[in-house]
């Protein structure tokens, strides 16, 4: 499982500006006011098990914590450095769920245990004097980590992160390096409902008053939880992994059989269910290639890098992702 966030704009009404609110820059506020939602997802599927729709001056942190809610003892969530906190660890251990999470440079985490993997056993301290006093600590396992392939986003870089997995032989460092990936299959995910579910990707929601913003934003999760679920549905049929799958391709094929199944008596519509999952299936997406981009922008204000020329030569990276992870102790 994986947890993230991402906004939406809705229209310019008071409305839905007082609901809401807008973004704020030191050159203005933003043009829309912006929902902010928080996802959880499942990495496998990209399936939406819950989510948190409300208005922009609620912080995706805060979110992220009611979603636990929906994690139970069968489930491993991660989450990026943003969503770093003793309260989601305590909560999240408090489900029965085990987590993996990176952790930013500032948390400190000494280490009290080696190994023999490399990694180390850590407490985490909700505040600095708990920590002076080594009280009320969770004891965690800490894996550091670099990616040694120049053509890679991170190459170099000290990346850590923590997991409630302390067997190093059930969850050995490197294995738990590579599966964090996974995480990234949410952005894709969120993706699929601003790109290509929705017709006119680059206009805000609908509706001009607040009550209908929420409707349609949690129509539109539905609706890509059906486009999910019939995938799924096709994958297990043809014992293929839903990540072959098209969703484009499985989108298009839903929306031509919505008339089918109007007009279908009953008796023949399960024939028709079996069909449509038939030619989802068919069309299987090849194996990913080896390549990454650089986290760059086009747009002027913003936290990334300016999109240049060089950025455009691009070299692909020489290892897989699993052989450029490099353990660092």
């Known amino acids: 499982m994986a947890v993230d966030g991402t906004v939406e704009d809705v229209p310019d009404t008071p409305a839905n500006a007082a609901a809401f609110g807008r973004q704020k820059g030191s050159r203005g506020d933003s043009a829309f006011p912006q929902l902010r939602n928080v996802y959880l997802v499942e990495s496998g599927t990209h399936v939406i098990c819950d989510a948190i729709v409300r208005g922009y001056q609620f912080d995706e942190r805060s979110g992220a914590l009611r979603l636990l809610r929906s994690v139970d003892a069968n489930m491993l969530l991660m989450w990026d450095r943003g969503f770093h906190s003793f309260r989601m660890v305590h909560d999240c251990l408090g489900r029965g769920c085990h987590f993996l999470g990176r952790v930013p440079a500032h948390a400190i985490l000494e280490a009290q245990e080696a190994l023999p993997d490399g990694s180390f056993i850590a407490e985490l301290y909700e505040t600095p004097y708990d920590r002076e006093k080594r009280r009320n600590g969770i004891r965690v396992r800490v894996v550091e980590y670099t990616i040694d392939d120049p053509a890679r986003e991170g190459d170099g870089e000290k990346h850590r992160l923590i997991t409630s997995l302390l067997d190093p032989q059930r969850a050995p460092a490197h294995v738990l390096a590579i599966e964090y990936h996974q995480r990234w299959e949410i952005e894709i995910t969120i993706d699929e409902i601003d790109t290509h579910q929705r017709v006119h990707n680059k206009r805000p929601l609908r509706s001009e008053k607040p009550t209908g913003v929420i409707q349609e934003m949690y129509g539109m999760l539905l609706a890509h939880y059906l486009v999910r679920f019939f995938m799924h549905e096709a994958a297990q049929q043809k014992q293929l992994d839903p990540e072959r ?20 008596k009953p008796r023949r519509r399960d024939a028709l269910y079996r069909s449509m999952l038939r030619e989802i299936a068919r069309e299987l997406l090849p194996p990913r290639d080896n390549r990454c981009n650089p986290r760059v ?13 060089v950025h455009t030569r691009v070299h692909h990276p020489r290892k897989s992702f699993a052989e450029s992870v490099k353990m660092l102790n």
């Open 245 to 264: 799958l098209s969703f484009i391709n499985a989108l298009r094929i839903i929306r031509r059989k919505i008339d089918k199944f109007q007009i279908t």
């Open 297 to 309: 922008v086009r747009r002027k204000m913003s936290k990334f890098a300016l999109k240049r020329e």
